[in-house]
């Protein structure tokens, strides 16, 4: 690809089983996608902005794609940091040829994830800091208020959505 679109940046990759559930994510080396080559801080702040707000090609696909960033950002983070360095290593150990176009370096950082270990760490997290918040102190939970959050992101003061959406993880 001789001229690039400088909007275009490949953030990260996420792999799916067979039955559509998110096992891996990843990055890729620039020739495979035909993207723009950032730095890992520039992906980094481009993820914290991600997000997809229209309904086109699939709302349910655009949102998940949206939480899935969101869900999974310090993993990414380092993905991206990892992937600069195997980059400069690479650089640094073979010719000078166009590292970005060496088809012997397609995926420089990969990481399994789990969804659910995910969440399960999140709330776990969450509960901690509500606990340790807490006027009464470590060990008393304030009658009536439950320090981990309910699946689904449904709690106590809060609204069940109008419509929720089969497999969309937000």
Known sequence: ????????????????????????????????????WYAARDVARMVDRFHIGHAQPSWPVNRWVSAMLRLFRPQIGELLVERD???????????????????????PSTIDISADEQISALETVLAERLKAE?????????????????????????????????????
Do not use: Y
């Open 1 to 36: 690809m001789d001229e690039r679109d400088d909007r275009i940046c490949h953030l990260i990759a996420i792999s799916m089983d067979a039955q559509g559930i998110p096992i891996r994510l990843f990055t890729t080396n620039r020739w495979v996608t035909g993207e723009n």
């Open 85 to 107: 360095a195997v980059v400069a290593k690479w650089r640094s150990e073979n010719s000078p040829a166009d590292i970005f176009e060496n088809r012997d370096l397609d995926l």
């Open 134 to 170: 807490s006027p009464e102190g470590a060990g008393n939970t304030p009658k009536g208020r439950n320090p981990r959050p309910q699946k689904r992101g449904i709690g106590p003061g809060r609204r069940k959505p109008a419509r929720q959406q089969t497999g969309i993880a937000v």
